[in-house]
């Protein structure tokens, strides 16, 4: 490289012209009228090209674009910022130009081959009475982080697509399953239940109608894992619970006829544990069948434990047929009482301190009063003990009231 004379600046400024020739950054150096008189060593290793085939020039230009067009210096040479908009990706507003301007922009450094990315900064120099007598530009090879940008910003946008098709299908299964299930029925059964999701799908699944001979029969299932695998896996228990009662079946047909669906519907490792209840207020009588979810607890008013129905059971789906000795339960009542049904995600649910829910604070909340708010009370006990922490399960309550209906013996 040739040694660069600063013939063109004063003879105050030539250290300060050397210092520029031997500065790391990347710098070059126009006079007034545009032609180069500092082209540094580092703009040398940047572009390719030697200081002596640019020094007295004005193809600079040539260092970074393949067609004739102004630099930044240029620019600021010039005080003509009507084209920045269309020659620079992005830059500052040039209002301030005696301050300097930025600008970014990609450029065809066709003396190395190859386009980079560079960060531009011009600004002027001025003499003692305010003439222009110099205009120096910076670069700033930016190329690696506007490629890491880009590829971020391509992820973004390929994860912004995702997404939305993913909510998308969300939104229609989350309708198909709440179509299948017909809540209606549920509630006109008069049962009371909650069902919070640990995803934006539940594994529980609570059903409830009644039948022609004025039975209320009732389901808790607990499909193992949860979101939408889950959801799906209790989905082809809800038509044949309906079909079943709106034929007036037996809950021992029920429990038969659900376990051989699913046990023929789900992959292996999946099944559902479950509670049906069977009550007829007429007769004060009732039948239950557990299989691997949580103690029942029959309770009076007041919410003491009148009896317990344990699980006695395997869960459903594990085998097409059941063992033997697997009859329901059968029970009754003399005063109002009422079967509480939870899934393991309320036991289970596990506070900051690593402290499970427990099935002493579900009886402490089923003792509080009035007998008819304890779903919401349970509900609200339930996000004290998580505090912050998220639940790791669905958790699910049903409570079937035994009560006595038109008809009942005295």
Excluded at 54 to 82: K, N
Excluded at 193 to 205: E, I, M, R, T
Excluded at 232 to 259: D, H, K, W
Excluded at 384 to 405: E, K, N, T, W
């Amino acid at each position: 490289m040739s040694e660069q004379n600063p013939q063109r600046l004063s003879q105050p400024t030539a250290y300060a012209v050397t210092l520029m020739e031997h500065m790391v950054v990347p710098t070059f150096v126009l006079d007034a009228d545009r032609r180069v008189i500092v082209w540094n060593r580092a703009c040398e290793r940047l572009t390719g090209i030697p200081a002596d085939r640019m020094i007295g020039t004005r193809d600079h230009w040539q260092a970074f674009y393949e067609a004739e067009r102004p630099c930044l210096a240029d620019l600021v040479a010039t005080q003509d910022w009507s084209t920045i908009d269309k020659l620079y990706t992005t830059h500052d507003d040039p209002g301030t130009p005696a301050h300097g301007v930025h600008a970014e922009n990609w450029c065809a450094m066709r003396h190395r081959g190859e386009r980079r990315y560079l960060v531009v900064d011009a600004g002027p120099v001025f003499d003692e009475a305010g003439r222009l007598i110099a205009v120096v530009e910076t670069l700033r090879d930016n190329t690696e982080n506007q490629l890491a940008a880009v590829k971020v910003r391509e992820q973004a946008s390929k994860l912004k697509a995702y997404y939305d098709t993913h909510e998308r299908e969300a939104d229609l299964a989350r309708r198909i399953l709440d179509h299948q299930i017909r809540s209606e029925l549920t509630r006109q059964a008069g049962v009371r239940y909650q069902v919070n999701p640990a995803d934006n799908f539940s594994g529980d699944l609570v059903l409830a109608a009644r039948s022609p001979d004025g039975r209320l029969c009732a389901l808790l299932a607990d499909a193992v894992g949860h979101g939408l695998a889950a959801a799906v896996s209790v989905l082809p228990v809800v038509q044949e619970f309906y079909r079943l009662v709106e034929q007036g079946e037996a809950l021992g047909t029920l429990v038969e006829s659900i376990n051989f669906v699913l046990a023929n519907a789900l992959p292996v490792g999946r099944f559902v544990a479950a509670a049906f209840v069977c009550v007829d207020p007429r007769s004060r009588q009732g039948e239950i069948w557990v299989g691997g979810i949580p103690d029942v607890l029959m309770v009076d008013e007041g919410g003491r434990l009148l009896r317990r129905f344990s699980s006695r059971h395997l869960p459903l789906g594990v085998s097409e047929t059941l063992e033997a000795g697997e009859a329901t339960e059968r029970f009754d009542w003399t005063a109002p009482a009422r079967l509480v049904l939870v899934s393991d995600g309320v036991i289970e649910a596990m506070a900051p301190d690593g402290e499970a829910f427990g099935e002493t604070r579900l009886r402490a909340v089923l003792g509080e009063a009035p007998a008819s708010t304890e779903v919401d009370r349970l509900h609200d006990a339930l996000a004290r003990h998580l505090g912050p922490a998220p639940a790791h399960d669905d958790m699910s309550v049903l409570v079937v009231p035994c009560a006595a209906g038109p008809g009942a013996p005295d």
